[in-house]
């Protein structure tokens, strides 16, 4: 039930193409659902977020999809370039209270 | 300082001894959260406090961890009697108290332990 499901675990794309990454959770109480960038020796860095009433966020290139029926939400990183390349996690959170991440997707984009 | 700061940045020691971790929130946050990254296991929760009370403590691995914060401020992450799979990144976030859905917790650089 609190489990949060992310795929690919890696992803390469070339410079100007589109990165997208997808999670599922079971538990329908989440309420609150971040995606975060990570780089090698930093913690991880709050990229964009959206609540459930919402089914698409836009910050710049970043835009989530959520599907709340499916369980599903998405990011889709417009544009990559090579300093896109970091590990993005998704999380989901009820009533502000702990985070539950997903796996990590290590994604590189190639110049 | 403008962001969360964790100390120290590195911690080497051997199995068997104590480690204290430290974290400083953003000024104002009342929210704090610890967790733990190690490979294969990804990001763990660990512990939440909502100003000096912990109302979640359940990802506590054992009763060898425990953690305190004082002033609604600073919070200490204390691991007693090292092991060796304790090695890992200790990650510290802090967050305003919720408010409309939103729970914009931000990360320290963490601190990496790793136990002999």
């Known amino acids: 039930q609190q489990q949060v499901k992310q795929s690919p675990q890696s992803l390469i794309v070339q410079k100007g193409g589109i990165s997208i990454i997808n999670c599922a959770y079971e538990n329908t109480a989440f309420d609150y659902f971040p995606w975060y960038q990570q780089f090698p020796g930093k913690g991880p860095a709050l990229l964009i977020a959206?609540?459930?009433?919402?089914s698409e966020k836009k910050e710049g290139r970043f835009t989530i999809s959520f599907n709340k029926s499916a369980k599903q939400f998405s990011l889709h990183i417009m544009d990559s370039q090579p300093g896109d390349s970091a590990t993005y996690f998704c999380?989901?959170?009820?009533?502000?209270?702990?985070?539950?991440f997903g796996e990590g997707t290590q994604l590189t984009v190639n110049p | 300082g403008a962001g969360v700061s964790q100390s120290p940045s590195n911690k080497v020691t051997e199995k068997g001894k104590d480690v204290e971790l430290r974290c400083d929130p953003i000024s104002g946050h009342t929210a704090l959260y610890w967790y733990r990254q190690s490979l294969g296991q990804g990001l763990e929760f660990l512990i939440y406090?909502?100003?000096?009370?912990?109302?979640?403590k359940s990802g506590l691995p054992s009763d060898r961890f425990s953690a305190e914060r004082t002033g609604g401020s600073v919070s200490t992450l204390t691991i007693q009697r090292t092991q060796q799979e304790d090695s890992a990144v200790y990650l510290c976030?802090?967050?305003?108290?919720?408010?409309?859905?939103?729970?914009?917790?931000?990360f320290g650089p963490g601190t990496r332990l790793t136990v002999l």
């Open positions: 976030a802090s967050s305003l108290v919720w408010t409309s859905g939103v729970n914009e917790q931000f």
């Open positions: 999380a989901a959170s009820r009533s502000g209270s702990r985070l539950t």
């Open positions: 406090f909502q100003g000096n009370s912990a109302p979640d």
């Open positions: 959206i609540r459930p009433d919402v």
